[in-house]
């Protein structure tokens, strides 16, 4: 199961963090383009995955490992880094695997064959990424927000961010934000699907992540902007969400 050593923490009054040491290992690697590149779902989804590790100890973890995960391995491997767990910002299939729209992508069950790592969840979201999966609960570990998982001497602070999913949650790591679907660059994750909640959406976005120093940089689930990635500084000038000032404006375009 890898050294983890997972805390649990009072989620702190302001999200900033540490800028990135030496030892932080990081990559943003594009599915279909990284990796997986002979994958016309990966290239059409073009989802981000992340590698984040201690580079003394050579510990990492992938975070929504899905498409080619024997090429993430491999990735891992060249850098001198192994994976001792996965962290999953939600259950949809192109960031965990599973079945979508008569495509099956590999995903988190075939990493536990690989590798048998523990899989960082958020609690609400456990029971979606068993149904989407195929995973037993006992691969899974349930966190709650403000949780912090260890790698090496690296800490990563999970919020839990619902809106886009019951269970969705963002990574904050020495100065980093990885949001997986819950804020992009442009726009935001979607709230009309199952087990979606545009209210939630809001409060997620105004209150949780207003928390989040303007200096972070936010790391996005998807390629969907020219840039991979910005501060969130510039996110919150440009990204078109945070004009919406009022819960009754926001549900005015989100609400359905």
């Known amino acids: ?11 702190p009054n302001d999200l900033a ?7 932080l290992y990081f990559r943003q690697l594009l599915a279909g383009r990284d990796f997986a590149v002979d994958d016309q ?10 590698l984040v590790g201690d580079r003394e100890t050579g510990e990492a973890v992938i975070i929504d490992p899905a498409y080619g995960i024997d090429d993430l391995m491999g990735i891992l491997a060249a850098d001198d880094m192994r994976c001792v ?8 299939p192109d960031h965990v695997g599973g079945d979508m729209m008569g495509w099956s992508i590999e995903g988190i069950s075939r990493l536990i064959e690989t590798a048998q790592v ?33 790698v090496g001497s690296i800490p990563i602070t999970l ?11 963002c990574f904050l790591v020495e100065g980093k934000l990885i949001a997986g679907d819950t804020l992009f660059l442009d726009g935001c994750g979607r709230t009309d699907f ?17 928390r989040v120093s303007d200096d972070t940089v936010l790391y996005p689930g998807h390629f969907y902007s020219p840039e991979p990635s910005a501060t969130m500084a510039h996110t919150r000038a440009t990204n078109y969400v945070f004009r919406l000032k009022t819960p009754e404006q926001w549900m005015t375009m989100f609400g359905g």
């Open 118 to 150: 523990p899989i960082h969840v958020q609690a609400d979201e456990a029971p979606w990424i068993e149904g989407s999966t195929g995973v037993g609960a006992s691969d899974l570990v349930a966190h709650s927000g403000g949780d912090i998982v260890q």
């Open 17 to 23: 963090a540490p800028m990135g040491s030496d030892r």
């Open 41 to 50: 779902v990966a290239r059409q989804m073009v989802n981000f995955v992340y």
């Open 85 to 92: 767990g996965a962290l999953a910002t939600h259950f949809h």
């Open 194 to 210: 199952p087990g979606s909640d545009p209210a939630a959406m809001y409060e997620s976005l105004m209150t949780r992540l207003a």
């Open 159 to 169: 919020v839990h961010t619902p809106g886009h999913t019951p269970g969705s949650q």
């Open 1 to 11: 199961m890898g050294t983890y050593s997972v805390g649990v923490t009072d989620a």
